[in-house]
């Protein structure tokens, strides 16, 4: 793992991935016919764990687990411990070693992570990532490694090279990204969009320039960053006696937004899955993927019938497209999901039920729930239900759920759906909201805050109801230290500041609502 020592120099920031949760992994996992461990019980290894963003998080919500992170940045995992102290996590490990160093005794564990690692270390510790995965994870384990795919990564890799070309006398990883974005600029002013490499150069160019530095030069100028084909992947696997589950974007599994004759054409050159896959990867000029893994002894089944559903809980943040909703059989509804993603039903259950799941967002509701409680609004517009109808409302959401529209989960975080009298968040996201603009909501997601949303989010300790958070955001304004406006104009005066601030305290807690930032009380 020569070079990272770059990590100490420059630090990489350390994000929350939804996809690499245990509860996603155990989701697509079990959809596929598998049977891993309780996500509240289990033990999770992350390689290459920064300075915790992903993993602590998780610990905090899930106390009855161990999680485990390694990182050999030494840097990476004191903040990362800093973090864990102050949100007194006791149910996580932080280790600076190299990822060489893991053998037998450091255990076995039920879900091992492996996010933006793998394309960016030296062939041997990519072996070795395979090894640990085969050697440390459990019978019934699941595996997740997140890795740079071809074809879609050729044009990247020669931004890449180039800006390498452009730094390869600096040492400094600040001068270097600083070089590298002014190569970025220099070739977004001069590169000619009349012809299709400078159209496709210019598009490239405007996603590297919106990068922050730090991700630029951990993906990009580092030494070691190597995509391969999918199907060279899951070669490596098989060598190492494991096999390919699926994608955490299940969405991608797909030939959803395929032409119908492109889909059909994949039906008929590519008759397994693996191969099927790497055409689809080649269609969709795929470049990266995020991958589930188990051992190779797992029988897996990829028929997917109703009752696949019935052990999961879904959630929808969308909203019908039409501000009525006709629940009568034989009328299609639209209904518009998270990234605009449209589904259209003419089922009364099912369109009752994501009418229910847009209320209760952000809190998931299980097929049960959801039947009883879709039937009874279907039942008061007059409508007959029958049993059969669950069937087809567990087919219907795990549609939704390939579609890319609702979430699935066989774990449900303790989200609140409504404000309480005195809101209270993760002790994680409050020592992250101590640190700056970046916290991990309940769902795993990221969240960035303003700076009053900061100040905000640090006093939801459950002892702080709206009047006591209008008074303490009120010496702040007084004092300098938050910004108020009104028009235009900022507020100072104690005199002028109790309705507008009230209103910006409620405003922003409804929003920490929906964004799944606030616990339930029985949390």
């Not at 919106?210 to 030494?223: C, R």
């Not at 809980?313 to 969308?318: D, P």
């Not at 039947?371 to 049993?387: I, N």
């Not at 905000?456 to 459950?462: E, K």
């Amino acid at each position: 793992m020569e070079g990272l020592d770059s990590y100490d120099q420059l630090p990489y920031t350390s994000y929350p991935y939804p996809q690499s949760h245990p509860d996603r992994l155990h989701v697509v996992a079990s959809l596929f016919g598998a049977r891993p461990p309780s996500v509240a019980a289990c033990r999770v290894l992350e390689l290459g764990c920064g300075s915790g963003g992903n993993l602590l998080p998780m610990a905090e919500l899930l106390p009855g687990s161990e999680l485990v992170g390694v990182d050999r940045s030494r840097r990476q995992i004191e903040l990362g411990e800093s973090l864990a102290q102050e949100a007194g996590l006791t149910n996580v490990e932080l280790r600076r070693a190299d990822l060489m160093e893991v053998d037998a005794t450091w255990g076995t564990f039920d879900f091992i992570l492996c996010h933006g690692v793998y394309s960016w270390v030296p062939a041997p510790v990519q072996d070795k990532i395979l090894e640990i995965l085969r050697d440390r994870l459990r019978p019934d384990g699941v595996g997740y490694v997140s890795y740079n795919v071809y074809p879609g990564w050729h044009l990247r890799e020669m931004v890449r090279h180039m800006m390498r070309y452009h730094v390869r006398e600096l040492a400094e990883p600040t001068a270097r990204v600083e070089q590298a974005q002014a190569l970025l600029g220099f070739l977004s002013q001069h590169v000619s969009d009349g012809q299709a490499y400078g159209a496709l150069l210019r598009r490239e160019l405007t996603l590297l320039q919106a990068l922050p530095g730090d991700y630029l030069y951990h993906e990009h100028l580092e030494d070691d960053n190597e995509p391969i084909y999918f199907h060279q992947f899951a070669e490596r696997l098989a060598a190492h006696r494991l096999q390919y589950v699926g994608e955490t974007d299940l969405q991608m599994m797909l030939a959803a937004g395929l032409a119908p004759e492109v889909a059909q054409t994949l039906d008929r050159i590519a008759p397994d899955l693996l191969t099927r896959e790497q055409y689809m990867d080649f269609v969709r000029n795929r470049q990266f993927r995020a991958t589930v893994i188990c051992h190779e002894g797992v029988a897996l089944q990829r028929e997917l019938g109703p009752s696949t559903a019935d052990p999961l809980s879904f959630e929808f943040s969308g909203r019908p497209k039409d501000d009525s909703v006709d629940l009568r059989a034989g009328h299609d509804q639209v209904f518009v999901g998270q990234g605009d993603i449209e589904m259209t039903t003419s089922a009364p259950v099912t369109k009752a039920a994501l009418i229910l799941l847009g209320r209760a967002w952000p809190r998931a509701l299980s097929v049960d729930a959801l039947f009883e409680q879709a039937s009874s609004l279907v039942r008061e517009a007059g409508l007959p239900v029958d049993p059969e109808q669950r069937r087809t409302l567990a087919s219907d959401l795990l549609r939704c759920c390939f579609g890319g529209a609702v979430g699935a989960r066989r774990w449900v975080p303790p989200v609140a759906m409504q404000l309480q009298a005195r809101p209270r968040a993760s002790r994680v996201a409050r020592a992250q909201a101590r640190r700056g603009e970046i916290v991990a909501s309940l769902h795993h997601q990221l969240v960035r805050l303003d700076r009053a949303q900061q100040q905000i989010l640090q006093r939801l300790d459950g002892e702080h109801d709206l009047e006591q958070l209008c008074a303490e955001l009120t010496e702040l304004v007084v004092q300098g230290e938050l910004q108020l406006t009104l028009d235009g104009q900022p507020l100072r005066e104690r005199s002028s500041l109790r309705a507008p601030l009230a209103h910006v305290v409620e405003q922003t807690l409804s929003k920490m609502v929906r964004q799944a930032l606030v616990l339930a009380d029985e949390a």
